[in-house]
């Protein structure tokens, strides 16, 4: 007697490459669900560009409550930024100061696939956060800050600081 059949081995839930494994490793199992819930829900209740502008403002609020202290130089800066994303285990940022403008790349940012959302939509989060953090540390007022891309594969997000 058989007390289970046996099912067929499919792996639903298998990552489809060794990247979408290492981000899915940085997202804390206790909060997949909530944040998956959540994501479902903004999405369905606002337009994509609405729940971009709900994530930069909660961007701006996580930045009000991790401050970055003030550098003196964009690497000082960068590497000011990099500790508060260690702390959090979101990534690391490069900061590149072109002349016109910073170009800033956030590498392994586990926000899309957490809030199983598109990468040019949770960007608004990391908007709102740099953007605060800027400003926190003395750049001026008539700048903003833009998401320029993404990776095809969701690791990089790119933005530009400057004149927009």
């Known amino acids: 007697m058989t007390l289970f059949k046996p099912k067929q081995t499919e792996d ?20 997949t669900g909530f944040l998956q819930a ?24 996580l930045a009000k409550a991790t401050p970055v202290p003030v550098q003196d130089t964009v690497p000082e800066l960068q590497t000011a930024i990099n500790e508060r994303l260690r702390a959090q285990r979101w990534g690391h940022v490069e900061l590149i100061d072109t002349g016109s403008h910073l ?39 008539g700048l903003s800050i833009i998401q320029t891309g993404s990776s095809a594969d969701g690791s990089v997000l790119e933005f530009k600081f400057g004149q927009n």
């Not at 490459?17 to 206790?30: A, G, K, P, T, V």
């Not at 959540?38 to 609020?61: A, H, I």
């Not at 940012?109 to 990391?126: E, H, R, S, T, V």
């Open 12 to 31: 639903i839930a298998a990552p489809s490459s060794n990247l979408d494994f290492l981000l899915r490793e940085r997202i804390s199992s206790q909060w």
């Open 103 to 141: 170009q800033i790349r956030h590498h392994f940012c586990p926000l899309p696939m957490a809030l199983g959302m598109d990468a040019n939509i949770a960007g608004g989060l990391l908007e709102g956060l740099y953007e605060l953090w800027f400003r926190s540390v003395g750049a001026e007022e």
């Open 38 to 61: 959540l994501s479902d829900e903004l999405l369905s209740q606002l337009t994509p560009q609405e729940c971009r502008e709900f994530l930069r403002s909660v961007g701006s609020r």
